[in-house]
T-cell receptor, first 113, second 111 residues
Framework: SAVISQKPSRDICQRGTSLTIQCQVD?????MFWYRQQPGQSLTLIAT?????????ESGFVIDKFPISRPNLTFSTLTVSNMSPEDSSIYLC??????????FGQGTRLTVV | SQQGEEDPQALSIQEGENATMNCSYK?????LQWYRQNSGRGLVHLIL?????REKHSGRLRVTLDTSKKSSSLLITASRAADTASYFC???????????FGEGTQLTVNP
């Protein structure tokens, strides 16, 4: 199993600003995943972050808007840049254990005003 | 990419009743999993069923998988008010690969 500490748990931000979300895992993992969950909807994968290489982004998501850092095997950050009200969502980080059970952070509830 | 669909989107039952949620997917899978989410928090893993399994039990949970119909169901027996949450199915094409989540079912169990 894995325990993920994600922060902040929630934030209210002004449009045009940026927010960085942090995830700390209690064990070393190769891949970390970042998801967005818009209000009342399911999870959509933003990107996969591997240590030592650039993140792999899903269709519809770009590095300029969602830069990701992965400095080591236990930590990652996701930045939501130049925010607009449409970015209001829950953002979740995740790792996958064995065989493919996923473990999630507590989520960051972002409101952009 | 495969996309999971779940029905119903919302389900409201009385405590003690059984709740059944269904999930369908479009492409071949390696595993199918069910997760629970309370009030927009992080998801919690409930149960995993492999593509070569047809049924699995865990406590009050029963999961079935029909790969010919590309569908799965989650049954929660003797529901409790604390079972109120959103339930998502998730599939992966190969072990350790990315998960694709269904649309989710919002379950409300009334005391």
């Amino acid at each position: 199993s894995a325990v993920i500490s994600q922060k902040p748990s929630r934030d209210i931000c002004q449009r045009g600003t940026s927010l960085t979300i942090q995830c700390q895992v209690d064990s070393q993992v190769t891949m970390m995943f970042w998801y967005r969950q818009q209000p009342g909807q399911s999870l959509t994968l933003i990107a996969t972050a591997n240590q030592g290489s650039e993140a792999t982004y899903e269709s519809g998501f770009v590095i300029d808007k969602f830069p990701i850092s992965r400095p080591n095997l236990t930590f990652s950050t996701l930045t939501v840049s130049n925010m607009s009200p449409e970015d209001s969502s829950i953002y979740l980080c995740s790792v996958v254990g064995d065989p493919t059970e996923a473990f999630f952070g507590q989520g960051t509830r972002l409101t952009v005003v | 990419s495969q996309q999971g669909e779940e029905d119903p989107q919302a389900l409201s039952i009385q405590e003690g009743e059984n709740a059944t949620m269904n999930c369908s997917y479009k492409t071949s899978i390696n595993n199918l999993q069910w997760y629970r989410q309370n009030s927009g928090r992080g998801l919690v893993h409930l149960i995993l069923i492999r593509s070569n399994e047809r049924e699995k039990h865990s406590g009050r949970l029963r999961v079935t998988l029909d790969t010919s119909k590309k569908s799965s169901s989650l049954l929660i027996t003797a529901s409790r008010a604390a079972d109120t949450a959103s339930y998502f199915c998730a599939t992966d094409a190969t072990s350790g690969s990315r998960l694709t989540f269904g649309e989710g079912t919002q379950l409300t169990v009334n005391p």
